[in-house]
């Protein structure tokens, strides 16, 4: 790893290859340009908006992020990327009917011009809708090998430095880990075979990693997380991050535990529900995509209460999610909590949450940061799984073995930390004592 001056400067154009412009793609695309354009401020990012304190507190020295560490400039990025349908990023922005016409009309001819290449796509990972502009080839390996070479295509094209891949796609069907994901030579033999438990998500990291581009999951599919990618991610000394943009609920979620555990206020039951009308929510109709959604949002109580540690408190609470497929709400995603909790002598209470969201709003800044720091990791020499990026995720990808931190506020310190580990700044542990002890 390399670290202070010896990282590359973010010189030159960055890509942003997205698989899957819908709904988040085109708002992220849509927001980048109306901040260029001076439109609007970059609302919920964290490179662009973002400050961290270096030093002691009597110090007051707490720079920007994207002037801490070297960043791409959003004038520097071009975006592009694949997805089911033809249809261009102006008239996706307006099928999505997430942004209002007053922000889109300004950037129409710029949203106009950027139209997907044709995606990978499999019916049996994505049941509840029907793909129109999908490659065809005569086996998996095939289909890994045409994105590598739209990679290429896209970098020569556009003259590009530097390239990163964000999944922004649909959530794909529940599967685990098998023989064929054991091992780079299994996954690749099985690409030629064009093995069934080979999803497209997994298919597309594998071209990005052949081709030296990071690659970020965006949704909670088993995909970089098998051995086959660990492996070739160190191989070709890439970043990987993922997996599920935490967004809504799960956002809430990793909030308000954390605060239930610090005060050790005990949990009874927490019930969650979704509903949902954008594509998205379509998927998610399916059960079967559903259930790759369900493991994501179950998870993250269970590791951030520790009821092994504590089974007085949380031994045996009660977790319920569910999602609703509502076509009228559109994108505006209702994530509604029912949380009983209990106190001293063990008094029952409730906290009652609904959160009307929109959920392209809150994953578009997401998509940004993750994109800048996954170009920054790879420049910096830093390869394989990112868990410093886990602030992103509802399931932060660990090493084998290693539980994830799912406390958001421990996250943005393990961030914060790495992010001064790599300008050799000194760590930040708020432990203070220095202000009070006498000479």
Known sequence: MLRGNNI???EGKLGILLPGMGAVTTTFIAGVESVRKGLHTPVGSLTQLGTIRLGKRTEDKSPKINDFVSLAGLKDIVFGGWDIFEEDMYSAAKNSGVLKNEDLEPIKDFLSAIKPMKAVFDKNYIKN?????VKEAESKYELGEALRQ????????NDLDRIVIVWAASTEAYIKSGDVHASLDSFEKGLKESDPDIAPSMIYAWAALKEGVPFANGAPNLTTDIPALYELAEKEKVPI???D??????FIKTIIAPGLKARLLGLHGWFSTNILGNRDGEVLDDPASFKTKEES?????EYILQPDKHPELYKDFYHKVRI?????RGDDKEGWDSIDIFGWMGYPMQIKIDFLCRDSILAAPIVLDLALFMDLAKRAGMSGIQEWLSFYYKSPLTAPGLYPEHDLFIQQAKLKN????MMEEEQITHLGIEYYENE
Do not use: H
């Open 418 to 421: 790495t992010l001064r580990y």
């Open 241 to 243: 991050s993922g997996k």
């Open 324 to 328: 609703n497929y509502y076509p009228p």
């Open 150 to 157: 739209d990679i290429r295509d896209f970098k020569e094209k």
């Open 245 to 250: 943009f935490k967004t809504g609920q799960t």
């Open 297 to 301: 949002k179950l998870s993250v109580l």
């Open 129 to 133: 809708i029907e793909g129109s502009w």
């Open 8 to 10: 590359p400067k973010a």
